[in-house]
């Protein structure tokens, strides 16, 4: 049973455009929700992250939309870079769970010069 | 402020070998995760341990894998014996606690091969 699902192996994009990726999820009980970027050969980087309670949270070039409604969210990177390229997994914890994360598949970004 | 350190990077092992992997949390991490990522997915939680107690380790095959944390700092995982479907890289992770909400922070990764 895939609770969280990233629909979208891979995507491209030029540099200077918007990326977004997507992620929806089954299980009604989570209530954090968190982006990690992966480079090859390395463990994953927290990104950004957004509670329950919020819709939106912004750092930087990066944004963070939940719609609690759909089950989904999603992560824009506003303007892309070539040093975005990686792969980005979407991940949720749920409360009374104990914190442990439940990760999506994972969606390979390439941002093209 | 150090990261999540795990040794050894990587590892070349024979099926029905054993193997084992270290890690060490950021300090004053009172939670510890192992997860296990088979290239193309996301990362599975193994185990996850409170100080040097087992908080969920419903997803561990116990006839072969185990793991501890015997002073609730350093962790050991173990594998024996492996086998072919072992072969990912094993993630250990470390929080303040063990609780949603609570930011996750990754080591760089053990990577299995079993031949």
């Known amino acids: 049973d895939q609770q969280v699902k990233q629909n979208s192996p891979s995507l491209s994009v030029q540099e200077g455009r918007i990326s977004i990726l997507n992620c929806d999820y089954t299980?009604?009980?989570?209530?954090?929700f968190l982006w990690y970027k992966k480079y090859p050969a390395e463990g994953p980087t927290f990104l950004i992250s957004?509670?329950?309670?919020?819709d939106k949270n912004e750092d930087g070039r990066f944004t963070v939309f939940l719609n609690k409604s759909a089950k989904h969210l999603s992560l824009h990177i506003v303007p892309s870079q070539p040093g975005d390229s990686a792969v980005y997994f979407c991940?949720?914890?749920?409360?009374?769970?104990?914190?442990?994360?439940?990760f999506g598949q994972g969606t390979e970004l390439s941002v093209k010069p | 402020e150090a990261g999540v350190a795990q040794s050894p990077r990587y590892k070349i092992i024979e099926k029905r070998q054993s193997v084992a992997f270290w890690c060490n949390p950021i300090?004053?991490?009172?939670?510890l995760y192992w997860y296990q990522q088979i290239l193309g997915q996301g990362p599975k939680l193994l185990i996850q341990f409170q100080n040097n107690g087992v908080v969920d380790d419903s997803q561990l095959p116990k006839d072969r894998f185990s793991a501890e944390r015997l002073k609730g700092v350093d962790s050991t995982l173990k594998i024996q014996p492996a086998k072919l479907e072992d072969s990912a890289v094993y993630l250990c992770?470390?929080?303040?606690?063990?609780?949603?909400?609570?930011?996750?922070?990754f080591g760089e990764g053990s990577w299995l091969t079993v031949v």
């Open positions: 992770a470390s929080s303040l606690f063990s609780l949603s909400g609570n930011t996750i922070y």
């Open positions: 991940a949720a914890s749920a409360r009374n769970q104990g914190g442990k994360l439940i």
């Open positions: 957004i509670s329950s309670i919020k």
């Open positions: 300090s004053g991490h009172a939670t």
């Open positions: 299980n009604s009980m989570f209530d954090y």
